[in-house]
C-alpha cells in the first residue's frame, strides 16, 4: 500500500509530465504566426547605413592582414598559418573587437552563454555597427543560456537587415526558459534538452577566427568583481578559417538553429508591437573600462606589442567541430569528429601528455585510453591542471572527481594540480587590468589580465549562467579554471571548448584547433603549468597513514566503498591536498621526499562549512548515476 507521501510525489510527477506535454502541443506557432512576424520584421527593420564605400568602411588590422597574407602563401601540401595564443584576457576582447571593425564581408559568431553585462553589451554593439556599415553578421547562441529577453531579441530582428540572429536547441520554442519550464525539459525529452551547443567561434571574412573557451560574459574576461575564471582561446589566421566557416554553415542550416521570428515569446512580442525599434546606447556598469578596450583595439602599438609579436607562423593547423547531429546520429563517422580526434591525441602519446579542464570527470572511453597508457613498459607522464572545491563553481561536478581520487592517481597515473581560489598568478593579472593600472607600456608577462566568467540555473548548481562558488574560510577575489587545453609530447597542441568529461562526450557539441607547431605547444606547456605552480595549486597525493594498521583497513574500505554506485560513505579518501612548506622546492608526488616538504591541508581546503560542501559529500555518496550529464 503507497504510503501518503509517496502518492503526492507520483502526483507531482504526473503534474509535471501533463504540463510539459501541454507545453510541447502548444510549442509550435502556426505558418501564419510567423508569417506575420516575419512581415514586421520586413516592414519596421531600421536600414540606415553608415557606409556607402565597397569595403564598407572597414578599419586597418594587421590580424587580418596577416591572415590573408598567409591564405594568399598557401597551398593544399603546404599550409601557411598565423597563430596567436589568447591566454590573458585583455588582448583576448581586443582582438575580437579590432577584427569586428576591420571585417568586410562577413562576421559569424557561435557561442554558448551570451549575457547583457558590460561583455556582452559591447560585444553585441560592435556587431551592429557593423551590420550598420554593411557586413554581413550573424550570430548562433545556444539558447538555454544566451540572451534570455524576448525585448532585446525582438531589437535584434529589426536592428539591420545585414543582422541575423538564430537560437540553437530552444526549449519549448521560447527565447526565455522559465524553472518549471526547465524542468519540464529534462522530464519530457531528457537527451534533446540536454544537448547543447557548447561551440565557441568568431569567424571574420572566413579568413581568420578566433575559437576556445571563451563566451560572451564578463567572468570571462576578469571583469566580474567577485569570481573570474582563467581560461584561453586561438586566434588562427589562414586555410583552417575555411573549416570553420564549413562548420559555422552547418550548424547555421541544421533544424536546431531557429529563427526569431519562430520563437514563441518572440514573436508574440512582434505581433503586440509592430512599431518601428531603436537601438540604444550601451549602459555600461564600467565604462572607463570599457572604453580603454575600445582604444587598445584601434592602437598600432597596442596591437603589435599584444598581438602581432606573440604571432606564431606555422603550417599545419585544423579545425574540428562535432556535428550539430552528434546526439541524433552518433553513429555518424563524423558526428563525434572533435572528441574523436582529441582521444587519438591522448591515446598516442609518448612521453607527456599535460592536460587542463575545469571538470576531472572521466568518460569510460577516456578511461580506457589512460589506463592503457599507465600500463605501457615507459608510461608517459601525465600532469592534470583542474579546480579545486575552492575554486569551482560547478560543486557538483567536483564531487564526482573527488570519488574517483584513487583512481586517477593509481590505475591512470595522474599527477593532479588544483586550483587555489586566490592564486596570485591571476590576482597579480586582475589587478593590473582593473585597478587602473597603464598596461600599456608593460611586458605582456608582467601587465596581462587573466581571464573571466559567470552562467545560469543548471542542474545542482553547476555549468549554468549565474551559479556561485562555495563559500570560503578566506576573504578576496576567487578565480577558477575553464580553460580547457592539451600538449602532447611538446610537438602539438589543442585549444578548444571540450571539457574532457562525459556530457562533452556524448551530449555537448565542442570544437577547437590542433596546432602541429613544437613552439605553440612549448608556449602552451608554460601557460598551464604556470597555474600548477605551488602558489597557484594544491597537489592531490596519497594520504600518508598515521597508524599503519588502522591506515591499511581504512584504505581497503574506502577503495571498496569509491566502487560503490551508490552509498560511498566512507569519510576517510584514499587522498588528500597538500601544500609546499616554505623553503621547499617543488616535486612530484611520488618523490621519497615529498612528504617531507609538503604537508597536508585537508579534502577541501579553504572551503567553509556549507550547503554545498554537504551536497558535495552527498554527491559523492549518492550521485554516480548523473555523472553523464553533470
Given at each position: 500500500m503507497p504510503q501518503p507521501h509517496q502518492i503526492a510525489r507520483i502526483a507531482r510527477i504526473i503534474l509535471l509530465g501533463l504540463f510539459a506535454t501541454a507545453l510541447l502541443q502548444g510549442c509550435t506557432l502556426s505558418r501564419a504566426q510567423i508569417r506575420r512576424a516575419d512581415a514586421v520584421v520586413a516592414a519596421t527593420t531600421d536600414r540606415q547605413t553608415s557606409c556607402t564605400r565597397d569595403d564598407h568602411c572597414a578599419l586597418p588590422s594587421p590580424l587580418l592582414d596577416a591572415a590573408t597574407q598567409a591564405l594568399t602563401a598557401s597551398t593544399a601540401d603546404q599550409p601557411v598559418h598565423v597563430v596567436t595564443l589568447l591566454d590573458d584576457s585583455e588582448p583576448a576582447l581586443v582582438a575580437r573587437v579590432n577584427l569586428i571593425r576591420a571585417a568586410r564581408h562577413s562576421i559569424d559568431v557561435q557561442t554558448y552563454i551570451w549575457d547583457q553585462d558590460d561583455t556582452g553589451q559591447l560585444?553585441?554593439?560592435?556587431?551592429?555597427?557593423?551590420a550598420r556599415r554593411g557586413v554581413q553578421v550573424r550570430i548562433l547562441a545556444d539558447q538555454l543560456f544566451s540572451f534570455n529577453d524576448p525585448a532585446l531579441l525582438d531589437r535584434l530582428a529589426r536592428v539591420s537587415p545585414n543582422l541575423q540572429v538564430r537560437l540553437y536547441n530552444p526549449t519549448f520554442h521560447k527565447a526565455r526558459t522559465e524553472p518549471v519550464e526547465f524542468a519540464a525539459g529534462l522530464l519530457c525529452c531528457f537527451v534533446q534538452f540536454n544537448q547543447r551547443m557548447h561551440n565557441k567561434l568568431l569567424l571574420v571574412d572566413d579568413s581568420i577566427g578566433i575559437t576556445g573557451g571563451r563566451n560572451y560574459q564578463d567572468r570571462y574576461f576578469n571583469w566580474d568583481d567577485s569570481f573570474d575564471y582563467i581560461d584561453r582561446d586561438v586566434m588562427v589566421g589562414g586555410p583552417a578559417a575555411q573549416q570553420m566557416a564549413a562548420s559555422f554553415e552547418l550548424f547555421w542550416q541544421h533544424k536546431r538553429a531557429v529563427a526569431l521570428t519562430h520563437l514563441r515569446d518572440?514573436?508574440?512580442?512582434?505581433?503586440?508591437?509592430?512599431?518601428p525599434i531603436t537601438w540604444p546606447a550601451p549602459h555600461y556598469r564600467q565604462p572607463l573600462r570599457v572604453a580603454q578596450v575600445q582604444q587598445a583595439a584601434g592602437d598600432v602599438a597596442w596591437l603589435q606589442a599584444w598581438l602581432v609579436e606573440p604571432t606564431l607562423h606555422v603550417g599545419k593547423v585544423e579545425y574540428f567541430s562535432d556535428l550539430p547531429s552528434k546526439t541524433d546520429q552518433p553513429e555518424k563517422k563524423r558526428a563525434q569528429d572533435f572528441t574523436r580526434n582529441i582521444m587519438a591525441m591522448v591515446g598516442d602519446a609518448k612521453h607527456e601528455v599535460l592536460l587542463q579542464t575545469p571538470y576531472l570527470v572521466m568518460s569510460r572511453r577516456a578511461q580506457r585510453i589512460f589506463k592503457r597508457l599507465h600500463r605501457n613498459a615507459d608510461p608517459p607522464q601525465v600532469t592534470v591542471s583542474t579546480n579545486s572545491l575552492a575554486s569551482t563553481d560547478a560543486f557538483a561536478v567536483y564531487a564526482l572527481s573527488y570519488k574517483h581520487r584513487k583512481r586517477y592517481l593509481e590505475t591512470f597515473g595522474f599527477e593532479i594540480h588544483e586550483l587555489k581560489p586566490h592564486a596570485p598568478g591571476p590576482a597579480v593579472d586582475y589587478e593590473l587590468a582593473n585597478l587602473g593600472a597603464d598596461t600599456s607600456t608593460l611586458p605582456p608577462e608582467t601587465a596581462s589580465p587573466a581571464s573571466a566568467t559567470r552562467t545560469r540555473f543548471h542542474l545542482l548548481g553547476g555549468r549554468g549562467s549565474g551559479s556561485r562558488p562555495a563559500p570560503l574560510r578566506s576573504e578576496g577575489r576567487r578565480f577558477g579554471l575553464h580553460a580547457k587545453s592539451i600538449v602532447i609530447d611538446d610537438l602539438f597542441a589543442m585549444v578548444g571548448s571540450h571539457n574532457f568529461d562525459p556530457r562533452s562526450d556524448h551530449y555537448n557539441t565542442e570544437a577547437g584547433v590542433i596546432v602541429y607547431d613544437a613552439r605553440f605547444a612549448d608556449q602552451l606547456r608554460h601557460s598551464i603549468l604556470r597555474d600548477t605552480e605551488p602558489e597557484n595549486a594544491w597537489v592531490v597525493a596519497p594520504r600518508r597513514p598515521e597508524i599503519p594498521v588502522l591506515g591499511d583497513l581504512s584504505e581497503a574500505i574506502g577503495?571498496?566503498?569509491?566502487?560503490?554506485?551508490?552509498?560511498?560513505?566512507?569519510p576517510f579518501r584514499y587522498a588528500t591536498s597538500y601544500d609546499l612548506n616554505s623553503g621547499c622546492q617543488p616535486m612530484r608526488a611520488n618523490n621519497p621526499g615529498f612528504y617531507a616538504c609538503y604537508a597536508p591541508v585537508g579534502d577541501f581546503p579553504d572551503v567553509a562549512l556549507s550547503p554545498k560542501l554537504i551536497i558535495t559529500r552527498l554527491i559523492t555518496a549518492f550521485g554516480a548515476g548523473v555523472k553523464g550529464i553533470l
Open positions: 560585444m553585441l554593439d560592435e556587431l551592429v555597427q557593423a518572440v514573436n508574440q512580442r512582434m505581433l503586440a508591437d509592430s512599431s577503495s571498496v566503498s569509491e566502487q560503490l554506485p551508490l552509498f560511498d560513505l566512507w
